[in-house]
């Protein structure tokens, strides 16, 4: 099956700071990319998305890049603050399916 | 406008029993998606439905496990003769279409003692 796997289980960064979570992704077909957060209890939360066609997505505090040549996802956070502290997940499309990492753990010391 | 919602939020059911869980999808999505979770995890695929529907289940355990998404009312994953492994949290999304934004639900905590 598909895998999609992050570099770090656990980020720990101080409160205002800038925080940058990985995911490498498998498959080189895959054309839709979402971030996640989920809170502790809660269900996953959409925080941002980008298609295969661009290399970079900005929101609210939040850009997500596509690098498809070696098949790596980021979210960037800005200014993080408490609130942000959750798992976040990256999640790969393939046709009907969304395929998920095991999650980064992030903390923010305030 | 609400979003998916997920009931029971806690179930706990004794080991052979039947457990069943209900998503009503976000209003104007007519595709719902099953997922499992398990601590520490992230979530696994289980089936995609359309109203009426079975799209894909290709996640789903062959047997003890169905689902359904009728033309009236919510969609139901139905766990014959839980298991202790069959404990997990469980989670639903709905989107406008195939290939867009999946919007989650809360999720159905299942505790089999």
């Known amino acids: 099956g598909e895998s999609v796997g992050l570099h770090l289980p656990t980020l720990s960064v101080q409160e205002g700071d800038n925080s940058i979570i990985n995911c490498a992704y498998s498959n080189s077909a895959s054309d839709y990319f979402i971030w996640y957060k989920q809170e502790s209890g809660k269900g996953p939360q959409f925080i941002i998305d980008?298609?295969?066609?661009?290399d970079k997505r900005q929101g609210q505090r939040v850009t997500v890049l596509l690098n498809k040549t070696v098949k790596h996802l980021s979210l960037q956070i800005a200014a993080t603050q408490p609130g942000d502290s959750a798992v976040y997940f990256c999640?790969?499309?393939?046709?009907?399916?969304?395929?998920f990492g095991t999650g980064t753990s992030l903390t923010v010391i305030p | 406008n609400a979003g998916v919602m997920q009931n029971p939020r806690h179930l706990v059911r004794r080991r052979g029993q039947e457990a069943r869980l209900r998503c009503s999808p976000m209003?104007?999505?007519?595709?719902v998606y099953w997922y499992r979770q398990l601590p520490e995890e992230g979530l696994k695929f289980m089936v995609y439905l359309q109203k009426e529907n079975i799209i894909d289940e290709s996640g789903m355990p062959k047997e003890r496990f169905s689902a359904e998404f009728p033309k009236e009312g919510p969609s139901i994953l139905r766990i014959q003769q839980v298991v202790r492994g069959d404990s997990a949290a469980y989670f639903c999304a709905s989107s406008f279409r195939v290939g867009y934004e999946q919007y989650f639900g809360p999720g159905t905590r299942l505790t089999v003692t």
């Open positions: 999640a790969e499309n393939m046709i009907s399916q969304f395929y």
């Open positions: 209003k104007g999505h007519s595709h």
């Open positions: 980008i298609r295969s066609n661009m």
